[in-house]
Each structure stands twice: as C-alpha cells, then as structure tokens.
C-alpha cells in the first residue's frame, strides 16, 4: 500500500469536496499520520471514508468529518480546547496543531491509554488527555475558548456550554439518527448562546451523555 498516494486520495477525493477549503487544515491532514493512530488490525482501513472501530464500542470519526469539524472551529494558536472524546487520540493531534493547549477526556481507560500514547509517539506535547466522563467537562481546567466533541449527542449539557469563554465555541453533532447536525453554538455573553447548523452528518453517540425523555401516547 502506498501511504502517501492514500493520504493524497483521501484529501483530494473525501475531504475537499466536503467543502474543506482551508489550506492550513488540509496541510495537516497530509503532515499528521492518521495510519499512526489507527489500531492495528485495521491499518488498511487508515485513509477510507469510513468510522474506524476502536476498543469499547467506539470508533474514530470518518476523516471527512473530523475535517470539517477542525476546519469549522477555526481556532488560533493561542486558544486552549477542551475535546470531549479522545478515541485514539487523533483529533486531539490535529487540535494541538492548531491551538496553545489540548486537554482531552476520556470515558474508557483502554483509550484514554492508547490516545495518550499515540501522542507521545506523534511527539505531540500541548495535549493531555485524562480519564474522565466528558459529559461534566473539567471545571477546573476552564473556561474554554474551544470545545469540540467527538461523536454525537442528543443534545448538548449546559455543563459544557458554561465552560466556554465569551467569544468561545463549541463544535458537536447533535441530534438522534437519522437526523443529526453539526452544530456550532458561541458564548456572545455571560447569559447568550448563538446557534448555527451548517452542515448535516450521522456519527456514533458519546457515552454518558443524557438523552431527552421520549414521548408516549
């Protein structure tokens, strides 16, 4: 297999035509060995348009997606970002390429030890990631001036929204199959939320995360 004609397909045929324009973004995606955070029995699967299973039940988004959520949360390099789902800790490479500091939260404590060590085989230093229920965020880390969930959920806790900073954002799916959104929702104030749905994905749900009450007739 041809790891770079793979990388270069999978940008050029995937990634671009889901409106991934940013040069910074698609720079990283060829420069960040995602074959590197891939288990090893599914190496092959590295650069397909598809979810790659993980230990647990979970999985690593398809690279479109994760793309485009990257690209979407337009940070800067002072920022710090709090990630809710480290899985192999892939995302939180692109982010840490991107921003001051990464902390990344993880449920399941067989991932939460491969992303660490995925990072520090990638040499990546400014993201750390810690075993713990994302649904809560890290109170004492905050506040935010990025969150970024990977995966989806019914609907996103006011818990994480108040670690955001006014003028912060935070990126997730949200919504139950088969209708979900990419949704972006920034802090214009101590009390005001801006929502915007730009785009529409299915991913799998994140763990421990409430889903609304179900309607009965």
Do not use: D
């Given at each position: 297999m041809n790891l770079e004609q793979a990388r270069f397909n999978m940008i050029e045929q995937q990634i671009r035509p889901w409106d991934v324009s940013d040069a910074e973004v698609l720079r990283l995606l060829s420069v960040v060995k995602r074959e590197d955070f891939v288990p090893l029995a599914h190496k092959a699967l590295a650069f397909v348009d598809m979810e790659?299973?993980?230990?647990?039940?979970?999985?690593?988004?398809?690279?479109?997606?994760e793309a485009r959520m990257l690209q979407d949360l337009a940070l800067h390099k002072h920022e710090t970002v709090l990630e809710v789902g480290a899985g192999s800790g892939f995302m939180a490479a692109l982010l840490a390429h991107r921003a001051q500091r990464?902390?990344?939260l993880e449920i399941n404590a067989e991932l939460a030890a491969l992303a660490r060590a995925n990072l520090q085989k990638a040499g990546i230093h400014n993201a750390t990631v810690r075993q713990a229920d994302g649904s809560v965020g890290t109170h004492s880390e905050g506040p935010f001036d990025a969150i970024l969930l990977s995966g989806s959920v019914a609907q996103v806790p006011h818990a994480l929204l108040a670690q955001l900073k006014?003028?912060?954002r935070l990126m997730a799916i949200v919504g139950e199959e088969p209708v979900m959104q990419a949704t972006i929702?920034?802090?214009t104030s101590q009390t005001d939320y801006r929502t915007t749905t730009p785009w529409d994905t299915v991913a799998p749900s994140l763990q421990n995360f409430a889903q609304p009450p179900k309607f009965t007739f």
């Open positions: 790659i299973p993980l230990p647990g039940g979970q999985c690593m988004l398809a690279p479109r997606v990464v902390v990344s006014v003028g912060g929702v920034t802090r």
